[in-house]
Each structure stands twice: as C-alpha cells, then as structure tokens.
C-alpha cells in the first residue's frame, strides 16, 4: 500500500508540471497564428508548430518592393505558334516576363502571315496582356509587269527579281560565318527591279553634278563611291524629282541577299568558295573584285603593297569598272566586291524565324552594308555577309545600286 501511495504521488506531481507546459505550447501556437494569414492543413494541426505563411503573405514581405519596381508581359497570338520577339532588349521572350517600366517594341511573325510590329508600354506592377492576330499574308504576284528590264534616263539598267521565298542568313558550318547571319526563311511577296550596276561615278554627276569618289581617275563607269547613306537619300530624291516619281529607293537587306543569291544556297552564286589565303580564292574572282585581284594602274590607286596572301601581287589597289566579271543567274553584277552597298534597313544584330517582306526595326544607330569591296578578304564577299555604318559615315569603299519598285 506504501510503495502504491508513493508511485501515485509521483505521478501526481509530474502531471501538474506538464500541464503548464502543454498550455503553453499551445497558447504560443495560437498567438502565432493570429498575426499571419490562417492555412489549412496537416502542419497547422500538429501539436506546437507554427502555422505556414500564405504563398501571398511570402511575397509580400520578402518581394513586394521588387515587384512594385517590375511589369510582366504576357502576349497571345494568332496563330498560336507565332514567333514573339522584344526587339529593344536582348532577352528572348517567354510568358509572364518580367521587364522594369518602360517602353518595349515587339515583334511578331509567322509562315504565311503579315509581319506585325508594335511599341507598348510596361508599368510597375502591371501584368500586361496582348492579343496580337496576324493577318494572312498575300500570295506572291508571279504576274509581274509586262516589261521584265527597262533603261532609266541616266542610263541605270534595271532587270524585274520576282517575288519567292529563299533561306537567308548561312549555315552554321559555313566557312567565315557571324553570329549574326542566323540562318531564316523569309518570303518577299512582291517583285521589284534592281539595277544590273552600282550606281557609276557618270550617273552620280549627272544627277549631283559633281563626284565624290576617292578613285576619279579610275572613271566614269566606276562605281561612285565615299558616299554616306544620306548622301544615296539626296541622290534617290533628285532622281524621283527628275523622272517625276517616287519609286525608287535603297533595297531592303533581304531583298538584296534574296537578288545576289538569285536561287542559289552557297557562300557565292556560282558555288562554294575555297579559300586559298585571306585573299585568295579563285572561284571569287571570277565574279567580283576583292582584296586579292583588285589591282590598279591609274592615278591615285591605293598602296596595297603589304597585303598578304594574294592571289595578285601588285603595288596598288582600288575599285574597277562595273560589269566586267560573269553576273549571276539574273543578270546582276558585281553583287560580291567592288564596293560596299548601302541597304535601306537598320542594323539588326540576329534575326530568325519565317518573316515576309521584312524592312528591319524602325530605327537604329547603323545602317546596314552588303556584298564587300575592293580591299575585303575573300571570307567578306560571301552572300551572307553583314555589315553596318552610321549613316553619315563615308569613305572609299562605299557605294550603292537603286531599287525601282513598279
């Protein structure tokens, strides 16, 4: 009876201990949850722990001054499989991106359909929704103008490129290629003429009445050249006010790697290029001239003595006569070498994906160049080739070749 009487007053007092605590355990757990958003859930009904903070009461104290500072950006096309693009910052798109305040151009493109464009502005906070629905694209005209080839009034022989769809940009494995030559589909569903030539130092004078070009002496049916892009804008209006129109214009950058290919697939439209040395390749020189076959006898060529690795070795260098290498499949010379050939478009660094009719973003700090010149290595005259100038920047190896729409 001792020994029960004393097991029970033990039990008694370890009892009274316990109870205290247990309250307490769970006056402490109830406080908690008062000052948090309630949850339901196994973990708010074990005995002692703390309720979980609501996914929103996370955010908000750990995030909410940067999300304040932030916009997402959710875009819903037609057709669904568009491309979406932010063509003023770097990042490729996805769903619900978040950008700082701010002014954003997209783009949107998609096989088979209009090209569309366009500036939104993103606020602080805002999830900002677009539905963009682009519209079917034309079917190419194949008819095209009665006369495929016309003679302008300064002589400028003009020949018509029909409207296709051609892969523009270069292969991954392409010898020499950039990073921005990004291989794409682009279609053009109208046709237009293009000059045969680059605009000679003759035409330019009897437009400007005067001649810019470094290399004078070479003459009037070499190429014009140390000319700005602005300056080809003051040519093309003259020429528009004397014929009376307003058609012609610098072609688009896809429309003169679409008319320099003229159907072919290859580094140059006459094949594949081997390259011997930085300026040697014979299949180039039959079509164009570059650093390795531009040599020069007239007054004022440029010394070229140093240059490495020719095909020709000579003293002196400089721009030729235009129309006197083998043309390509459309009748068009000296689309490689001879002189760089402004475009109408502004420098984008990477383009992909099926566009039609592509005019470039609607503004920029260059203006892109295509097709080398006299000094370029061989590597610099592939059809895939880009480069690009501010638009006053003008020197002796710059020149041009019209576009006259129908």
Partial sequence: MVKKAVLFLLAFIVSAFMIPDAKHSLSSAFSQDQTGPQTEGPDSLQGGSCPKADASQK???????KKQQTGRLFVETRPENARVRVLNIRPKFHQGMVLKPGKYHIEVSAAGHELEKKWIEVAAGEDRH???????????????????????????????????????????????????????????TRGFFLAITEVTQGQWRRIMGDDPSYFKHCGNDCPVESVSWDDCQAFIQRLNQQEKTDRYRLPTEAEWEYACRAGSKTELYTGSMK????????????????????????????????WSERQYACPR???????????????????????????????EESFA??????????????RVCRGGSWDSFALGCRAATRYSEVPDYKDHLMGFRLVRTP
């Fill in 59 to 65: 955010l908000s104290a750990g995030a909410g001054s």
């Fill in 130 to 188: 677009l539905n963009i629905h682009l519209v079917k694209a034309k079917a190419p005209d194949t008819s095209g103008p009665k006369e495929k080839a016309f003679t302008n009034s300064i002589g400028m022989r003009f020949v018509y490129i029909e409207p296709g769809t051609f892969m523009m940009g270069s292969p991954p494995n392409e010898l020499g290629r950039d990073d921005d030559e990004e291989q794409h589909q682009v279609t053009l």
């Fill in 275 to 306: 390259v011997l040395g930085g300026n040697n390749a014979p299949a180039l020189d039959e079509i164009g001239w570059y650093g390795g076959n531009s040599c020069a006898e007239y007054e004022g060529a440029f010394d070229c003595s140093s």
């Fill in 317 to 347: 260098c400089g721009t030729h006569p235009v129309a006197r290498k083998k043309p390509n499949a459309w009748g068009l010379y000296d689309m490689p070498g001879n002189v760089w050939e402004w475009c109408h478009d502004w420098y």
């Fill in 353 to 366: 994906g099926h566009v039609t009719d592509p005019t470039g973003p609607s503004s920029g700090d260059f």
